[in-house]
């Protein structure tokens, strides 16, 4: 499975982007989703995650109100969908899949970046908020 991001760019503080993670190589129903983002000099951290199905989805606290994750498994396609996007939002956003849905587990999806090993991470994509 390779995992690519794309709808990062610049936008005023207020403003929305819509991220996609495109999945290819296997079907992206079998994995559970997650986002995640980094700022420099901090660490990576959990801000979104939905099951396999899409009937289970988590947010972190800082964009919880802000963010909706969602998925079309037809397109093999995760989206997480950001309003009122603050400066404090600017990082780098990563998606990560956990295969959980090959043990049957469909109704999980995890926050924390250890949940998903090192095997299935996107390179990335970039997002800064700034007046």
């Known amino acids: 499975l390779q995992l690519v991001e794309a709808g990062g760019g610049s936008v005023q503080p207020g403003g929305s982007l819509r991220l996609s993670c495109a999945g290819s190589?296997?079907?992206?129903?079998?994995?559970?989703i997650g986002w995640f983002r980094q700022a420099p000099g901090k660490e990576r951290e959990g801000v979104s995650c939905i099951s396999t199905n899409g009937g289970i989805s988590k947010y972190a606290d800082s964009v919880k109100g802000r963010f909706t994750i969602s998925r079309d498994n037809a397109k093999d396609t995760v989206y997480l969908q950001m309003n009122s996007l603050k400066p404090e939002d600017t990082a780098r956003y990563f998606c990560?899949?956990?295969?959980?849905?090959?043990?049957?587990?469909?109704?999980?999806?995890?926050?924390?970046?250890?949940?998903?090993?090192?095997?299935?991470w996107g390179k990335g994509a970039l997002v800064t908020v700034s007046s």
């Open positions: 190589g296997f079907p992206l129903k079998y994995f559970a």
């Open positions: 990560a899949a956990d295969p959980s849905g090959l043990t049957g587990a469909h109704d999980m999806c995890i926050m924390t970046p250890s949940g998903y090993g090192v095997n299935y």
